[in-house]
């Protein structure tokens, strides 16, 4: 059983460079290193939240915890949550992404956020260097609500499909996602969904990431808004995933991760086909572009040769003519 959820940008070194996160990391280090890392010793209560933070950031942490209810009353109603008064959520609000990474003793440099089972604590970058504020709460609270609803059977839900459905309501599809979809589509590395239920590989967990919201997004258009909720509720009363995604979509586990592969064949398959096709034409392109260049040079040599013939008659003619004149 996995306990804790992390959210990491892996995908953020490719869209903003190395250099660029690089520096923007340096700069946190430089900014943050006189912050407590391991200790937030202010406290801030809510009704749905009580908020850890360092002193200074007073402002920052109120502005957070509003964000916060907003993103905790969305969510909670597309996954059927009903929100617990009583129960407020921890949420450790930190203002400079070294100190986040120290008090959470975390290796992956990237992440921004963790959500933890059991007390459901949620800890954040909210620096923003990285990502925004929003962005990051969305993801970690999913996790959160995600563990409330399915109590001790948290465990029953695969871990694709646990971070699907947090990228689902924090950030949706990007255009970096497209393109790695698309280009294992087309090149046949599309990792099975099973092989993505406890774990991601570390190199490659882009592609995890971006497969896990695909099948979610791909159950949401097939059967609707309301099917994370309904598979959810269902696990939460049976423990058993199967008998969640027969409820929700009728077929078993393998009918639906065989029918979102059937998709993602469908709309990026042909750019398998059109790869292959031109592996084949490119080099009969080649060769009929050295032929066609051949086949001029000897055109504009016969040319040249008929020019010069063309022009020594002429001049033997008009000399033949003049002649007699001399």
């Known amino acids: 059983m996995q306990d804790n959820r992390t959210m990491t940008f892996r995908c953020l070194w490719s869209r903003l460079g190395n250099r660029a996160i690089a520096i923007a990391l340096l700069l946190t280090v430089l900014l943050g290193a006189s912050a407590s890392a391991a200790v937030l010793p202010a406290v801030m209560k809510t009704p749905y939240f009580t908020v850890h933070y360092n002193p200074a950031d007073r402002q920052l942490a109120e502005s957070t915890a509003d964000t916060a209810r907003m993103e905790l009353a969305r969510i ?18 930190y203002s400079s992404h070294v100190a986040f990474i120290k008090a959470g003793n975390i290796e992956d440099r990237m992440t ?10 949620v800890s954040i970058d909210a620096s923003e260097t990285l990502v925004s504020i929003r962005l990051v709460l969305a993801h970690e ?12 059977n948290s465990y029953a839900l695969p871990l694709w499909a646990n971070e699907g459905l947090a990228k689902y309501e924090s950030q949706g599809f990007t255009g970096d996602d497209e393109d790695i979809i698309a280009e294992s589509t087309s090149d046949g590395t599309i990792m099975p969904l099973s092989s993505l239920r406890t774990s991601f590989p570390a190199e490659r967990s882009a592609l995890a990431y971006a497969e896990s919201w695909s099948a979610i997004s791909y159950l949401v258009k097939k059967h609707g808004e309301s099917a994370p909720k309904a598979m959810l ?17 009728g077929g078993s586990q393998n009918q639906f991760i065989k029918g979102w592969n059937d998709s993602l064949k469908e709309r990026f398959g042909m750019a398998r086909v059109l790869q292959i096709a031109l592996a084949f034409i490119w ?29 020594f008659e002429e001049s033997m003619e008009r000399q033949l003519r ?3 004149h001399r």
């Not at 509720?233 to 979509?249: C, H, M, N, P, Q």
């Not at 009929?288 to 016969?302: E, G, S």
């Open 233 to 249: 509720a269902e696990l939460a009363r049976t423990g058993s995933f199967d008998s969640a995604i027969s409820k929700v979509t």
């Open 141 to 152: 609270i999913t996790h959160a609500v995600i563990f409330r609803i399915l109590g001790t």
């Open 283 to 311: 080099p009969i392109m080649a060769l009929l572009a050295v032929v066609a260049f051949i086949v001029r040079r000897k055109r504009m040599r016969d040319a040249a040769r008929q020019w010069d013939m063309e022009q």
């Open 112 to 121: 921004v956020g963790t959500a933890r089972s059991g007390d459901e604590t």
């Open 76 to 93: 909670s109603n597309a996954l059927g949550y009903t929100i617990e008064r009583g129960r407020p959520i921890p949420l450790m609000v």
């Open 322 to 324: 003049e002649w007699p």
